[in-house]
């Protein structure tokens, strides 16, 4: 048996029925991908697939799908009774394939699961539970779009929730249900007329500190002293944050550009997250927790907007503005843009080739952040309007 990587994905590879078989894993991490080699391996041989988990069921599944073998019925049912794969005869409707994709290694793991979960509402609420998945195409991808729009959501908020539905339809032809995703072929709606620009300065990000819960403090304190992302910072692990050399290392898996990338500690910050990851959970390995479960987004967002009410400021800034003043910060402080462009992770810009080969030690991105400063201005916020 060998687990091997090609691309981005664990290929695993063993003999079975007389011959060499291969199949990818959905494993991100190499561990990962040899639990389910060992899994996979253990019930071709034996026949017996009772004690399979999910992740490693569905790659058994796409084993027999690649080798044309006929899928045993004990593999299509997991152990609490469920039935992973529609009957032939069954019309396949949104609510399944919801649930379809939220089961799925990928997004039951992924940071970005809750916010999936709330577009899915919005699309159930629009097409209904029992709306056949066939019937979803184009014109009616883009008949939603004009739906939000008349019902005033943001142009930001529409393209999140048509890329709600383009993973459920990519784990739909995963899981071979469906041949194609029709969401990939429909534009995003354009963005430029919310576009924001935003700074908060050193002296309302600390009267923010001052009005939010104390089990928020610390994401806050380490989106503005870092730059990261919110889900990037809610997926972090105890093994991703290295005090004693003051770098945090994001796996990629847990970025939007699906690229791992280092994270330099602010000498600021290590005191913070020193008293952070002291509190462990025995049911994830997450560091921020609220009543001993990982935050979520939506927990969040109320004492969010609450602090900006009450600090008067309009129009009030989201999450995501801390990762603007950081970057600001950044540039403000004489960062060298290449390290400063590495530690922010952008994956939407082209790269030089000395960005491309060149390396960055530890060594420089602790250089770097040493030498920034947070206090550089009065807080602006400027939203653009459609004419």
């Known amino acids: 048996m060998a687990v091997r990587k090609r691309g981005n994905k664990w290929h695993l590879r063993f003999y079975a029925k007389g011959r060499q078989v291969e199949v990818a894993t959905m494993a991100s991490l ?7 080699a060992v899994s996979v391996e253990h019930a071709v041989r034996t026949g017996d697939y009772s004690n399979l988990d999910m992740e490693s069921r569905l790659t058994c599944i796409r084993l027999f799908h690649n080798q044309k073998w006929q899928i045993p019925e004990a593999l299509l049912i997991t152990s609490d009774g469920y039935s992973i794969a529609p009957d032939i005869q069954e019309e396949l409707v949104l609510w399944k394939g919801i649930e379809l994709c939220l089961m799925y290694p990928e997004i039951k793991n992924s940071p970005n699961r809750e916010r999936h979960i709330a577009a899915f509402a919005n699309i159930v609420d629009k097409f209904g539970k029992n709306y056949p998945v066939r ?14 729009l008349d019902q005033g959501a943001k142009p930001s908020t529409i393209n999140k929730e048509k890329a709600a539905l383009s993973k459920m339809f990519q784990v739909l032809v995963e899981l071979q249900y469906v041949d194609v995703n029709p969401a990939r072929q429909v534009r995003d709606l354009s963005e430029k007329t919310s576009e924001r620009q935003v700074y908060i300065s050193y002296k309302d990000y600390c ?5 939010v819960p104390k089990w928020l403090r610390p994401i806050i304190q380490t989106a503005y002293y870092t730059g990261m992302r919110r889900g990037e910072i809610m997926s972090l692990t105890g093994s991703d944050v290295d005090l004693s050399r003051r770098i945090i290392r994001i796996e990629a898996a847990m970025t939007k550009e699906r690229q791992w990338k280092r994270v330099p500690i602010h000498r600021d910050l290590v005191y913070i997250l020193q008293e952070v990851v002291k509190v462990r959970s025995l049911s994830t390995s997450r560091i921020f927790l609220l009543d001993g479960r990982p935050v979520s987004p939506d927990s969040i967002r109320k004492p969010w907007v ?5 600090i008067g400021l309009n129009p009030a800034p989201t999450f995501h503005g801390l990762r603007h003043t950081w970057k600001t910060n950044a540039r403000r402080s004489g960062m060298d843009p290449e390290i400063r462009e590495a530690i922010m992770g952008h994956g939407d810009r082209a790269r030089s080739v000395s960005e491309r080969y060149g390396h ?6 602790i250089k770097a952040i040493n030498l920034m400063t947070f206090d550089h201005g009065e807080t602006e916020i400027w939203v653009s309007s459609p004419k």
């Not at 190499?30 to 389910?36: G, P, S």
């Not at 979803?136 to 939000?148: N, T």
């Open 306 to 310: 609450e602090a900006m009410t009450a």
């Open 360 to 365: 960055i030690s530890d060594q420089e991105l």
């Open 135 to 148: 019937n979803i195409w184009i014109p009616q991808i883009k008949e939603y779009q004009i739906h939000r």
């Open 30 to 36: 190499k561990r990962d991908a040899e639990h389910v």
């Open 207 to 211: 009267r923010i500190i001052d009005l």
